[in-house]
């Protein structure tokens, strides 16, 4: 078995690569974890991750000069496919970042929080929205497993996923309102959040998803 995390360019590459070493580790699958730039390795892949960080604009653009594009878009339908941030972000349809068009997996788009956002208590919030918060799960998952309701993440966003559907949503956060911070389905699952900076609950998740068939 073999896990490639796909180099285009933009990510936390080292960060993420080493957190799904370690995972494997936890997982004790023998899957083979490889970064990799070449579209033959994707496209050899038996599960994709796919990183982002930065702006959508330049995660899409690089994207599309890694020539990695295709076989991204192949993996999307019918491997095992974990997006991260910017990665996931890149499944929509359309981005309000720089109005750019994305992969168009999912339908909906990518939205910027309001500038004006406040906490309950009438304090103003910043953006992006940096640190730890709690994380809801709305439906039952595989990649859940041994992970408990309302565990916290590190997110590091100013966009935050709006689908056309509910049904692709399987947690939510607050900022101050209520936001889908992981989406999937299918054989893919995608976080908002950077699961590789997630200390013990993203380690988990990179756990479930190696023993995850999709």
Request: aromatic share 10%; charged share 20%.
């Amino acid at each position: 078995m073999k896990t490639v995390i796909v180099d285009y360019g933009m990510g936390n590459l080292r960060s993420v690569l080493n957190s799904v070493r370690e995972a494997e580790r936890l997982a004790g699958t023998g899957t083979e974890i490889v970064l990799s730039a070449r579209p033959e390795d994707v496209a050899a892949a038996d599960k994709i991750i796919f990183p982002g960080q930065g702006a959508m604009p330049d995660c899409m653009a690089a994207l599309q000069r890694s020539g990695l594009g295709e076989a991204v878009s192949d993996g999307l339908k019918n491997k095992p496919f974990f997006g991260i941030c910017v990665g996931a972000q890149l499944l929509f349809e359309r981005s309000e970042e720089g109005d750019t068009a994305g992969l168009g997996w999912f339908a909906g788009e990518v939205k910027r929080f309001s500038v004006n956002v406040r906490d309950r208590d009438g304090g103003r919030l910043k953006v992006p929205h940096m640190g730890w918060n709690t994380v809801h799960q709305t439906k039952p998952h595989p990649l859940f497993r041994d992970i408990p309701q309302d565990s916290r993440f590190y997110f590091v966003h100013s966009y935050y996923f709006a689908p056309q559907s509910s049904e692709i949503v399987l947690a939510t956060s607050d900022y101050p309102d209520s936001f889908a911070c992981i989406v999937g389905r299918d054989n893919i699952f995608a976080t908002q959040f950077h699961t590789e900076k997630s200390h013990d609950a993203g380690l988990l998740l990179l756990r479930n998803f190696l023993h995850w068939n999709g």
